[in-house]
């Protein structure tokens, strides 16, 4: 990537300079020319080599997505994975960036490519279940955060959210065993000692 931008810099100046030659009535005007053609070919040559990598993609997508161009972001994310379609960095980076736009189906296939490849990433399945519980598919999100939970059983979050979207559901008992699971976890998540409390009140 720098030395994509190192050679344009380099052309810009060198074509600068010898536009500026050519303008100068004492530089002959057919050795100018000739010159401004053999760098401009030199370089044109030198920038073709210098191709993209998905790592200069994914640069591009993230500072497009600070700066909330989410849509821009997906287009150098899906860059990236054109030339690199095994890498997952790529797919949840875009999954981030349609969330954003509310292109929930999309986020939800690509946090699904990324568990093909690491079936055994709980975080995935952690960040698959968000998006579903955003769409509204509260008992889709209940199942994967259960698989988050059967690879990570001592995480903390993940009891918290399933005890979470299951009193979304109204399931406030079904809630409670999984906000104790949660504080077992982590007696510091105050989250989970709220949501127990609401759900015993619930369910009174």
């Known amino acids: 990537m720098i030395q994509f931008y190192c050679i344009s810099l380099m052309a ?3 074509f600068s300079k010898f536009v500026k030659d050519f303008l100068t009535p004492n530089t002959p005007t057919i ?13 044109i040559i ?6 993209q990598t998905a790592d200069d993609y994914i640069y591009q997508a993230k500072v497009n997505f600070d700066a909330k161009d989410y849509k821009q972001a997906v287009f150098f994310y899906s860059k990236a994975i054109d030339v690199s379609p095994g890498d ?9 960036a349609e969330v954003e736009l509310e292109d929930y189906q ?3 296939e690509d946090y699904s490519k990324s568990a093909e490849i690491y079936p ?20 889709g999100a ?21 005890g979470y979207t299951k009193a979304v ?36």
Do not use: H, Q
């Open 106 to 108: 999309g986020a939800i």
């Open 142 to 162: 209940i199942a994967d955060f259960t698989r988050a939970i059967n690879l990570k059983p001592k995480y903390s979050e993940y009891y918290r959210s399933r």
């Open 46 to 51: 030198a920038l073709e080599g210098f191709s």
């Open 169 to 204: 559901l109204s399931d406030y008992k079904g809630a409670i065993p999984d906000y104790d699971k949660a504080i077992i976890n982590d007696r510091l998540n105050a989250e989970a000692w709220y949501n127990r409390g609401v759900a015993k009140i619930k369910i009174k």
């Open 31 to 43: 050795s100018s020319v000739n010159k401004l053609l053999s760098i401009t070919a030199i370089m």
């Open 88 to 96: 997952t960095s790529a797919y949840c980076g875009r999954a981030r």
């Open 120 to 139: 055994k990433n709980a975080e995935l399945f952690f960040k698959r279940a968000n998006v579903r519980f955003y769409s509204r598919d509260f008992k």
């Open 12 to 14: 810009r100046i060198t």
